[in-house]
């Protein structure tokens, strides 16, 4: 009878280091989820800025747009009146 005693307390001092074992387990893990949380959070945060810059540089494209189309328009106009010179130079 007490070796069935003692190994009755050897399964149980070995399921109880098994416990504290998986409950540590479970702990760290419940940290790192609280961590990865955390990181999530931050990374929507970022997300919402970045999101709000590029609206911001959005809703201006259109004015500069314009005017990258008027000098686009000012330099043809310009090189239509030199090619005329070169031109009329050439038949002269």
């Known amino acids: 009878m007490s070796k069935d005693f003692k190994n009755l307390i050897n399964i ?7 416990l504290s074992e998986l409950e ?3 702990n760290s893990l419940r940290e790192e989820n609280n961590r990865l949380k955390l990181t999530i959070q931050e990374q929507k945060l970022q997300i919402k ?3 709000s810059k590029i609206s911001i540089s959005l809703s201006d ?3 500069e747009l ?3 189309k008027e000098m686009i328009l000012t330099q043809r106009k310009d090189l239509e009146q030199k090619d005329e010179k070169i031109e009329n130079l050439n038949n002269k």
């Open 24 to 26: 540590a387990t479970i």
């Open 49 to 51: 800025d970045q999101e």
């Open 61 to 63: 494209l259109p004015s």
């Open 66 to 68: 314009d005017i990258l």
């Open 12 to 18: 149980v001092e070995k399921e109880t280091k098994t």
